[in-house]
């Protein structure tokens, strides 16, 4: 499959007859090695580093230099999907000036766009970014960096004001030049009409179906993330249950004995063996 490319995203519409878009995270290279396989559309370098990799309670503590490494080590894997940048919390608050510059270190660390969270107050910063020639996503509804604001985690866009609004902003994102939006955490009626209001492709997550795509985070489809699921994820896998597996049997092989066997060691040639007297006697 040929990289894919912003323009091919921009133009994927379902109601235009496209095929859902599939965006999922990633954040190293074997990672991303993995959703290359799997023939997905888009990997973003989300900043769910912070949780899901990285240990932290929330988004807040990564910093643009943490996505730049993350950026950077999928980048090497070379994946086909179009790699987007996540741009962390204060990256984008301060002045234009460093919210360019911020995304441009996304796009040396091998993204082709980048992904902003916030509605219309985002709409300068979108509009220096684009006319650095970076494309951007937006991203509306429940947005991670706001949790301390939004009191948490919180669905949003639960009443009819609020849906209007979010519609509002969107139509916001669209005019300042995004390409798509991530939609998270609203009621699956408000996706839709999200969806319905914009011509550019709206990527939902816990945004139900009537969207042009959906992205889940990495570690909660393999079942990495085994703590805690929302109600929008599905886990595809188990692997925190088959990594557990595979390593308690090593640690019984290793204490056992059983591990290394004959064929995972660098034999002696018997030349060696000889000139270090392993023949007959042992050396001293
Ligand atoms: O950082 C992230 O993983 C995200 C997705 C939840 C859309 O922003």
Redesign the pocket.
Known sequence: MPKVTVPQIQASKVRNGSEPLV?V?AYDAPSARVAHEAGVDMI?V????AMVALGYDD?LQVTVDDMVHHTAAVARANPDALIIG?MPWMSFHVSVEETVKNAARLIRAGAQCI?M?GGRKRIKMIEAIRAAEIPVIG?VGLT?QSANVMGGFKIQARDAHDVRRTIAAAKGLQAAGCFAI?V?GVPDVAGKLIADAVEIPIIG?GAGADVDGQ?L?YHDIIGLENRFKPRFVRRYGTAFEDQVESLTAYTSDVRSGAFPADAEMYKATDELSEALGLYGSQPT
């Open positions: 965006m995270t973003l989300g900043d769910s580093v988004t996540d992904k969270e991203h991670p991530v998270e997550i992205v985070v």
